[in-house]
C-alpha cells in the first residue's frame, strides 16, 4: 500500500520557520522525484519545489528560492522542506506528491505526479 503523509504544519509569525516532512512508503523510494505544492485559497496549486531522489538535484518556484530547502534521507524514504524567512504570503496548504518520471519537470507540474499526500496547513501570521 502506497502511503504519503506530509506533518509539520502550523501557525507562524512572519519571519518564522517551519520544517514539513514527507514520509512515503510502499514505492521505490529512490527511483521517483518528490515535489511540494501549495494551494492557497482562490488560488491555483503551484509547485513549490522538487527534489529527484536518485542524484538530490532539486528546484525551486522563483518566490522561495533561497528561503525554502528540500532534502531527503533515503534511510527513511521521507523528503523534507524547510521553510525560512516566512511570509503571509506563504500561507496554504502544503502537499507532497510523487512522480516516477524520474526528474523534475521545471516547474512542477501536479500531473506528472502520481501519489499525493493530504496536506498540512501553514499558516504565516503578519
Known amino acids: 500500500e502506497v502511503q504519503v503523509v506530509e506533518s509539520g504544519g502550523g501557525l507562524v509569525q512572519a519571519g518564522g520557520s517551519l520544517r514539513l516532512s514527507c514520509a512515503t512508503s510502499g514505492f521505490p523510494f529512490g527511483d521517483y522525484a518528490i515535489g511540494w505544492f501549495r494551494q492557497a485559497p482562490g488560488k491555483e496549486r503551484e509547485g513549490v519545489s522538487c527534489?529527484?531522489?536518485?542524484?538530490?538535484?532539486?528546484h525551486y518556484e522563483a518566490s522561495v528560492k533561497g528561503r525554502f530547502t528540500t532534502s531527503s534521507d533515503s534511510a527513511k524514504n521521507t523528503v523534507y522542506l524547510q521553510m525560512n524567512s516566512l511570509k503571509p504570503e506563504d500561507t496554504a496548504v502544503y502537499s507532497c506528491?510523487?512522480?516516477?518520471?524520474?526528474?523534475?519537470?521545471?516547474?512542477?507540474?501536479?500531473?506528472?505526479?502520481?501519489?499525493w499526500g493530504q496536506g498540512t496547513q501553514v499558516t504565516v501570521s503578519s
Open positions: 527534489i529527484n531522489i536518485s542524484d538530490g538535484d532539486t
Open positions: 506528491a510523487a512522480s516516477d518520471f524520474g526528474f523534475c519537470a521545471i516547474p512542477p507540474a501536479p500531473t506528472d505526479f502520481k501519489y
